[in-house]
């Protein structure tokens, strides 16, 4: 048993069910027990790989369509780079240094990473050592000036609340207790207004899933990005409106039950792209079509990069340098599961990579 999970069985006895929302918040970023506090959880030897830490491509990519971006809106200076939830940090050092030749943008940039664990913050500012780096927790702390942004699977990342249609209403999923062990149970059945539109295209028994905390991170991105230019690029796995179960719990690359070792398994869920869209549309920015990695990372010039990189390379180097582009783009990989989707002023084109 982790310590973790002796304090939420003392908790639910206490004040009862709580929310699959409140359990994933404790899970992974509790203070001294969250996942993303204590756990290394990237890498080969971690409990997942990302875009990132598979081919240094994915952030230099990421980084010439951000640039692009900020020439096409006439290189405002100063500006705001920007990532959430940056990991180890691996997309931010190859986007710097693939956009070391665009002249002028390191001089404008200043570099912001919203990052909520102090261990992670560590390892970024290890990965980034030379830049000037400033850390905050929340997107609402960065300076009012045009805002370049990457999110990579940071979506997926935030607490979800799921509910079970119930007639005209719906049963909240929640994590109670049975026999003194964590168990799933449903909450009585009640209304949901922002679970209306829902209402029209779901039966009896079906799951949808809600993140209290997107909607809000996506308007005041988007906010941000209206009001003084900019653009953002999100990338995470998932698709337009939600539908079913989508709770992922991983430990050392193999899925593993959600409640069993609270704390130790990373917890995700798929991302619902049509809230981040209204939202965004509502604070005033034109969004992307939805497009797949696959397509994006293709359009943007992955497999000349590629060529050019495998050109210094032979033997197992080559072979996992090609593995790493398949792995990426192809849609039986990452290609197409995960989503991208840019958010720029109403006024200005979508980045690059994610044109018709
Ligand atoms: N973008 C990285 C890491 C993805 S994991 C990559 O692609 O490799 C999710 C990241 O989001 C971690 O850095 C985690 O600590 C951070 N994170 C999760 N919830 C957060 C929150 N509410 N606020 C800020 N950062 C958060």
């Not at 959430?84 to 001089?107: I, N, W, Y």
């Not at 200043?110 to 030379?130: D, F, I």
């Not at 430990?251 to 039950?257: A, F, L």
């Not at 939805?290 to 010039?301: D, H, I, S």
Request: glycine fraction near 10%; aromatic fraction near 6%.
């Amino acid at each position: 048993m982790t310590t973790l999970q002796d304090q939420l069985i003392a908790r639910i006895t206490a004040e009862g069910p709580i929310s699959l929302a409140d359990y994933m918040a404790e899970c992974l970023l509790h203070p001294e027990y969250g996942y993303y506090t204590t756990a290394t959880p990237f890498g080969a030897q971690g409990d997942f790989t990302t875009a990132p830490e598979i081919s240094q491509m994915f952030g230099e990519l990421i980084g010439l369509s951000l640039a692009q971006c900020w020439l096409d809106q006439g290189a405002p200076a100063p500006f705001t780079l920007a990532e959430l939830g940056p990991g180890r940090g691996t997309l931010m050092a190859d986007l710097l240094r693939a956009t070391r030749g665009v002249p002028g943008f390191h001089a404008a940039l200043r570099l912001h990473l919203v990052e909520a664990s102090a261990n992670l913050q560590k390892q970024q500012a290890e990965a980034l050592a030379g830049y000037d780096v400033t850390w905050v927790d929340s997107i609402d702390e960065l300076p009012r000036q045009p805002l370049f942004l990457v999110a990579n699977e940071f979506f997926d990342a935030l607490p979800i609340r799921q509910f079970v249609r119930d007639g005209e209403g719906w049963r909240e999923k929640r994590v109670g207790l049975a026999e003194g062990a964590l168990c799933f149970g449903l909450g009585p059945e009640a209304s949901q207004p922002a679970l209306e539109h829902r209402l029209l295209d779901t039966k009896d028994d079906d799951l949808v899933e809600l993140s209290p905390a997107a909607a809000p991170i996506s308007a005041s991105l988007a906010q941000c990005i209206a009001r003084h230019g900019g653009a953002a690029l999100i990338i995470d796995y998932g698709d337009w409106r939600s539908l079913g179960d989508t709770l992922q719990a991983l430990k050392s690359h193999e899925p593993v039950d959600p409640l069993t070792s609270p704390g130790s398994a990373d917890l995700t869920a798929h991302v619902d792209f049509e809230v981040l869209c209204s939202v965004a549309k509502g604070a005033g920015c034109a969004h992307s079509k939805v497009t797949p990695q696959g397509v994006f990372l293709e359009r943007l010039g992955i497999t000349d990069r590629a060529r050019t990189l495998a050109a210094g390379l032979d033997g197992e180097a080559l072979e996992n340098l090609i593995a790493a582009h398949r792995r990426l783009t192809h849609p039986e990989e990452m290609g197409n599961l995960f989503k991208v989707l840019g958010l720029t002023p109403s006024t200005i084109a979508p980045p690059p990579g994610l044109n018709e």
